[in-house]
């Protein structure tokens, strides 16, 4: 099952420019940065609670203009992408959600931030929220 919330992705145009708002405007910091080519993304992780265990908000930049994020940025502009669920085993859960007709986007788990595996659902079977699935490295 669904543990807590891992994170709250957001799309933007410019990771530098993004990271530098949530900074000053809100005073979240920092806690990871990396790039994941095969997501297509440069992403930040950010926190109000960097030594804590609170949800993170995760600040998704493109790579390339066929990646999922530039795909979103030219649809909708910047804003919430997906909304990201720990979970202990990551194929477990999507079989659970598979056995209950969602599609899940990938047949065998990815890899996602910080080596965890992660799988989504496809947002018209969940309410019209792009939902990941995280198994923590
Ligand atoms: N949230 C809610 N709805 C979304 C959405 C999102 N993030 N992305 C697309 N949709 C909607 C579109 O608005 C569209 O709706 P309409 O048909 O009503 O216009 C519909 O879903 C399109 O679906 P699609 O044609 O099947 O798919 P797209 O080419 O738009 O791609 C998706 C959508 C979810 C399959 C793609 O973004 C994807 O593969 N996402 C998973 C990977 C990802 O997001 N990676 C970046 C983050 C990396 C990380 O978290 O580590």
């Known amino acids: 099952g669904l543990l807590r ?41 950010v926190a109000a609670d960097p030594d804590g265990g609170g949800a993170r908000i995760q600040l998704l930049a493109p790579l390339r203009p066929d ?4 795909k979103f940025l030219d649809r909708n502009g910047p804003g919430l992408q997906q909304l990201a669920y720990t979970v202990r085993d990551v ?7 598979r056995a209950r007709g969602l599609r899940l986007l990938y047949d ?25 699935l995280v198994q923590p490295a």
């Open 67 to 70: 990646s999922a994020i530039a």
């Open 5 to 45: 919330v891992d994170h709250v992705g957001i799309a933007v145009p410019d990771l530098d420019e993004a990271l530098a708002f949530y900074e000053r405007t809100f005073g979240l910091r920092c806690v990871h940065e990396e790039t994941n080519e095969e997501q297509g993304v440069r992403e930040a992780m």
């Open 91 to 97: 194929e477990a859960a999507s079989a659970a959600l």
């Open 108 to 132: 065998e788990p990815r890899r996602g931030t910080a080596g965890s595996r992660i799988n989504f659902v496809h947002p018209k079977d969940a309410g019209g929220v792009l939902v990941e």
